[in-house]
């Protein structure tokens, strides 16, 4: 099925450092969902927007849906160690399933 | 948020054999489940689309002959994958679907399949 483009695929950071990845897609959508992933844990939901050009924030998470409706970034400010994990962004047109994006593991070095 | 279990956590079986996975939303209602599978550093894929008292419909290439599923009331679908073989072996996980005008999907903990 279709996915998201989601980058980078990866990243390396230290603790305290700021984290900001982004999603964008071919298509519209009118909304758009910031989910973290543990290993062996299901998707938890970080931020969902629901309007274009909506910026939300969830503590040192930050999120919004761009103007063009076919993309959206999460920043993570100051990063801690149990930020670590697999975020995942999923976008959805009206009553339509949720495609999501390929994610972005995010690693903490010591 | 709104939480969704899914039993079991685990499961190790034999080729050949059938295996039942439930998924509960315990604080809401869900006429729309979802059922995902998930292969090692990979994104999740939807298997099929579980409604409430009707049939699932299934994503193009999934066998519905070979998972079965069952959503028999607003808390409760279940996956039953059928002569398991290796190949089954994934990390299933299902999501529960809030009315109203948001819609949001929230995900149960997911359950590891492991077939010998």
């Known amino acids: 099925g279709q996915q998201l483009n989601q980058s980078p695929q990866s990243m390396f950071i230290q603790e305290g450092e700021d984290v900001s990845m982004n999603c964008t897609s071919s298509?519209?959508?009118?909304?758009w969902l910031w989910y973290k992933q543990d290993p062996g844990e299901g998707p938890v939901l970080l931020i969902a927007?629901?309007?274009?050009?909506e910026l939300t924030s969830n503590g040192r998470l930050t999120a919004q849906f761009g103007i063009t409706r076919k993309d959206s970034f999460l920043n993570i400010s100051a990063s801690i160690p149990s930020d670590v994990g697999i975020y995942f962004c999923?976008?959805?047109?009206?009553?339509?399933?949720?495609?999501f994006g390929t994610g972005t593991r995010l690693t903490i070095i010591p | 948020g709104a939480v969704v279990s899914q039993h079991p956590s685990w499961v190790i079986c034999k080729s050949g054999t059938s295996v039942k996975i439930e998924c509960r939303s315990l604080?809401?209602?869900?006429?729309?489940m979802f059922w995902y599978r998930q292969f090692p550093k990979q994104s999740l894929m939807l298997m099929a689309t579980?409604?409430?008292?009707?049939?699932?419909?299934?994503e193009q290439g999934v066998e519905k002959d070979k998972f079965l599923i069952n959503h028999a009331s607003l808390t409760l679908s279940t996956l039953t994958v059928t002569s398991a073989h290796p190949e089954d072996s994934s990390f299933y996980i299902c999501?529960?679907?809030?009315?109203?005008?948001?819609?949001?999907?929230?995900f149960g903990p997911g359950t590891r399949l492991t077939v010998l």
């Open positions: 579980s409604n409430e008292g009707s049939k699932a419909t299934y």
């Open positions: 604080d809401f209602q869900a006429t729309t």
């Open positions: 927007l629901y309007k274009a050009g």
């Open positions: 999923a976008g959805r047109l009206g009553n339509e399933k949720l495609t």
């Open positions: 298509s519209i959508f009118n909304t």
């Open positions: 999501s529960a679907q809030t009315s109203g005008e948001r819609n949001e999907q929230f």
